[in-house]
C-alpha cells in the first residue's frame, strides 16, 4: 500500500478496528476513512453504496462486526447473524463495484467445526458441526469468507481474509453478561478486589483450552498482509481451491483455569476460585495452526502476561476512572 493511499477502517472503533487504526497511524499512513455508525450504517446498502460512491477508497479493512461472548450469542442469536451478513455483503459487494485494490475481511476462528482437530488447520473449515453457542455468528463469519473467495474466483478481486484467535486488549468490551471470557475475568477480579471478596466464580469447569492474541500483534498481521506484494499473496491466498484465509493467532494455549490464575495475578487478587459448572463451557479446544502465517513471515510479539497487564492498566484508566 502507498502511504497516501485512501483507506477505509470499517469498525474503526471497536476493538479491532481501533488497534487497526493505531497500526495504520504508525505505519506512516494517513489518509483515513474511519466513519463512525452515526455517520454510516453499514446495514444500510443505499448508504454504503453512496459512501463508496463519494470515498473511492483504495484499501478496506473490514473489521466492522456484531460481536459477543456465549452469553450474548445465546440470548441475540437473529441479531448476530443479520447484522454481521449484511454489513459484510455491503461493504463486499461495494468494495468490488468501485474497484478496490485490496480488501482484508476479519472473520473468527469460531468459524471451526466443534471438534475439530487440533490445532485446527485453514484446511477443517466445513467438516463438522459449529459450536451450538454461536453457530449464528459463525455462519455469518463462514459466509463472509466464501463471498471474498467467490468474487475473487469470478470477478479476479483481491479480497483476502483472517481468522484470529480470541482477542483482547486495549478498547475491549468489559459489560459484564456480553462480554468475552478474558475482559469479562478482569472486571470480575478487579471488582472482587476492590469489594475485598473472598471468592471468584468462574462460567464453567474450567477445563476448556483457549487461544488468545493481542489485539495490537493482531493489527500488525493484519497490516503485514495487506503490505505484501500481489506475488506472494496471489499464490497463497488468492489461488483456488487454496483457502482464501489465514489463521492469526499465537499457536499456544491454556485452560481456563490457567487464564483466570494469571488474570488473578496481574489485577492483584489473593482470594480463591469457585467453578459454576452449571454454566456453559462453549468449545472443548480452540488452537489454530498458524504454520501458514509463519511461512508468509508473519509471528506474534506480545506474551500473554504483558498483554494482561496493558489491557488492566487500560481498564483502570478508561472503565474505572
Not at 443505499?46 to 479493512?61: G, L, T, W
Not at 500473554?304 to 474505572?320: A, F, Q, S, V
Request: with cysteine.
Amino acid at each position: 500500500m502507498d502511504k497516501n493511499s485512501k483507506i477505509f477502517v470499517a469498525g474503526s472503533n471497536g476493538l479491532v478496528g481501533s488497534a487497526l487504526v493505531r497500526q495504520l497511524r504508525a505505519g506512516g499512513y494517513a489518509n483515513l476513512l474511519l466513519p463512525e455508525i452515526k455517520e454510516l450504517d453499514l446495514t444500510n446498502q443505499q448508504a454504503v453504496s453512496d459512501f463508496f460512491q463519494k470515498e473511492k477508497p483504495d484499501y478496506v479493512f473490514l473489521a466492522a462486526a456484531k460481536v459477543g461472548g456465549i452469553h450474548a450469542n445465546n440470548t441475540y442469536p437473529a441479531e448476530f447473524i443479520y447484522l454481521n451478513l449484511m454489513i459484510q455483503n455491503n461493504v463486499i459487494h461495494q468494495s468490488y463495484l468501485h474497484g478496490v485494490k485490496r480488501l482484508l475481511f476479519l472473520g473468527s476462528s469460531c468459524i471451526y467445526p466443534k471438534l475439530a482437530p487440533q490445532p485446527m488447520k485453514e484446511e477443517h473449515l466445513l467438516t463438522g458441526l459449529l459450536e451450538p453457542t454461536n453457530e449464528p455468528y459463525a455462519l455469518a463469519k463462514i459466509a463472509g469468507i466464501k463471498m471474498c473467495e467467490s468474487y475473487n474466483r469470478q470477478y479476479g478481486t483481491k479480497f483476502i481474509a483472517v481468522m484470529p484467535t480470541n482477542l483482547y486488549g486495549p478498547g475491549d468490551n468489559f459489560h459484564p453478561e456480553n462480554s468475552h471470557v478474558l475482559p469479562a475475568l478482569i472486571r470480575r477480579f478487579h471488582e472482587a478486589k476492590v469489594q475485598n471478596a473472598a471468592e471468584v466464580v468462574v462460567w464453567g469447569t474450567g477445563t476448556p483450552r483457549r487461544e488468545l492474541l493481542y489485539v495490537d500483534d493482531m493489527a500488525a498481521g493484519c497490516l503485514f498482509l495487506m503490505e505484501q506484494p500481489d506475488d506472494l499473496i496471489k499464490p497463497e491466498l488468492l489461488s483456488y481451491p487454496k483457502p482464501c484465509f489465514v489463521n492469526l493467532g499465537t499457536g499456544q494455549d491454556v485452560t481456563i483455569r490457567e487464564l483466570a490464575e494469571t488474570v488473578g495475578n496481574v489485577v492483584g487478587f489473593s482470594g480463591n476460585l469457585r467453578f459454576d459448572q452449571s454454566k456453559p463451557d462453549g468449545t472443548p479446544r480452540k488452537l489454530q495452526d498458524v504454520s501458514r502465517m509463519h511461512s508468509l513471515g508473519w509471528r506474534h510479539k506480545v506474551s500473554l502476561e504483558d498483554g494482561l497487564k496493558n489491557t488492566y492498566r487500560w481498564y483502570l484508566e478508561n472503565i474505572e476512572r
